[in-house]
């Protein structure tokens, strides 16, 4: 599990940590990296922002999108970073499940993402 927890969150934090330009620590958000980057004056040229803005939102639909037992499950296990028993016991289902869940939502996010030209 660990292994493969590690695999899917660096296939998707790795293209939006590039997306924001910031340094590799352990400690880092993407998502909160690029808030605060949005509403900074960074020296980033306007169309690479919007650009950044964009996809960001592109991936914010299609996460929506996802069915919510998906949804919950993926955000628990790779934005939240909790293991697959925590996020059984938040879901309140079981451990199989979870990765039941995680693993369609990765494929449906990638199919998703990939018909709007965006690939990880």
């Known amino acids: 599990d660990f292994f493969r927890r590690q695999k899917v969150r660096s296939l998707w934090t790795t293209p939006m940590s590039s997306l924001s330009g910031a340094d590799d620590s352990d400690e880092h958000d993407p998502l909160e990296t ?3 980057e949005s509403n900074s004056n960074s020296h980033k040229a306007p169309a690479d ?3 950044q803005a964009q996809t960001i939102e592109i991936i914010e639909k299609a996460l929506h999108k996802l069915p919510q037992r998906q949804r919950q499950a993926f955000l628990l296990r790779y ?3 909790m ?3 925590e996020a059984a ?3 309140g289902c079981s451990e199989g499940s979870v990765k039941t869940h995680c693993s369609r939502a990765t494929h449906a996010l ?3 993402l990939k018909d709007k030209g965006i690939s990880l």
Do not use: F, G, H, S
């Open 49 to 51: 922002q919007l650009q």
């Open 34 to 36: 690029l808030e605060v």
């Open 89 to 91: 016991a938040v879901m």
């Open 83 to 85: 293991d697959v028993a």
């Open 79 to 81: 934005w939240e970073e």
């Open 110 to 112: 990638a199919v998703l």
